[in-house]
Each structure stands twice: as C-alpha cells, then as structure tokens.
C-alpha cells in the first residue's frame, strides 16, 4: 500500500494536481522523485522477495525430533532483514508525503492570494458593464 501511494503521489496523471515529480522547480530538470520511486520500487520488489515461504528447506536435527526448529533462525534474521526494508519503504513514502503536503499548502496559498486580486481586477473591468 505504501509503494502504490508513493507512486501515486509523484505520477502527476494520479496526484490531483501536484506538479510533476512532486518537484517544487522546473520538472523538466529536477528529478530527485523519479530516483525516489525508482527505491521504492526496489524496496517493495525486495519485500515480495523475504516473504517468500522456506517451508522446503526443513532439515531434520537430533536424529528427526527437531524438524522445524532449522527454520527459526532462518525466520528471525529475514524478519530483521524485512523490517528493516520496510523501515525504509515508510521514510521514503513519509518525505514524500510531506513534499506533497508542502506543495499542495503553497498552491493554496497562491491561489487564494490571486483569488481577491483577481476579484478586484474583474470587478473593476466589469464595472461599467452592468
């Protein structure tokens, strides 16, 4: 869910609006959020991978008593190794919350500033009018 958000966020077909890239300057020569994506991608392709099962890996111990104990170890570090991917999966997706957030603040901004000058701009042309 984290990496369909994130890349929901920096596609400007799918951000409502944001600037492409989530970039605050020209898109067309920052590109710091596509080499965000690019991680996240990796980062959640990494993910799929720990999670597979190593249920076929089983190796008996002390003479066939201790079957699924060989997978605890096996379990514990790839669980380490997962949250910590997972740690960086949610960084990455919380700056990128937060550029957004930033952007979508400052064109609200902008817009209601413009919005009383354009008023008294078009009730000042219109004026005659009516």
């Given at each position: 869910?984290?990496?369909?958000?994130?890349?929901?966020?920096?596609?400007?077909?799918?951000?409502?609006?944001?600037?492409?890239?989530?970039?605050?300057?020209?898109?067309?020569?920052?590109?710091?959020?596509?080499?965000?994506?690019?991680?996240?991608?990796?980062?959640?392709?990494?993910?799929?991978?720990?999670?597979?099962?190593?249920?076929?890996?089983?190796?008996?111990?002390?003479?066939?008593?201790?079957?699924?104990?060989?997978?605890?170890?096996?379990?514990?570090?790839?669980?380490?190794?997962?949250?910590?991917?997972?740690?960086?999966?949610?960084?990455?997706?919380?700056?990128?919350?937060?550029?957004?957030l930033d952007l979508?603040?400052?064109?609200?901004?902008?817009?209601?500033?413009?919005?009383?000058?354009?008023?008294?701009?078009?009730?000042?042309?219109?004026?005659?009018?009516?």
């Amino acid at each position: 869910m984290l990496f369909s958000q994130c890349a929901e966020l920096i596609n400007p077909a799918t951000s409502r609006g944001l600037p492409p890239n989530l970039v605050a300057e020209e898109p067309s020569q920052s590109f710091i959020w596509k080499g965000t994506d690019i991680m996240v991608a990796a980062l959640q392709a990494e993910l799929g991978f720990l999670a597979n099962p190593v249920g076929n890996h089983v190796q008996t111990a002390e003479m066939g008593n201790q079957s699924i104990n060989s997978l605890a170890l096996i379990s514990g570090r790839y669980t380490l190794e997962a949250i910590q991917t997972l740690s960086q999966l949610s960084a990455a997706h919380l700056v990128a919350c937060c550029q957004a957030l930033d952007l979508r603040t400052m064109s609200c901004k902008y817009l209601g500033t413009m919005a009383t000058i354009f008023k008294d701009m078009t009730s000042e042309a219109f004026s005659g009018i009516c």
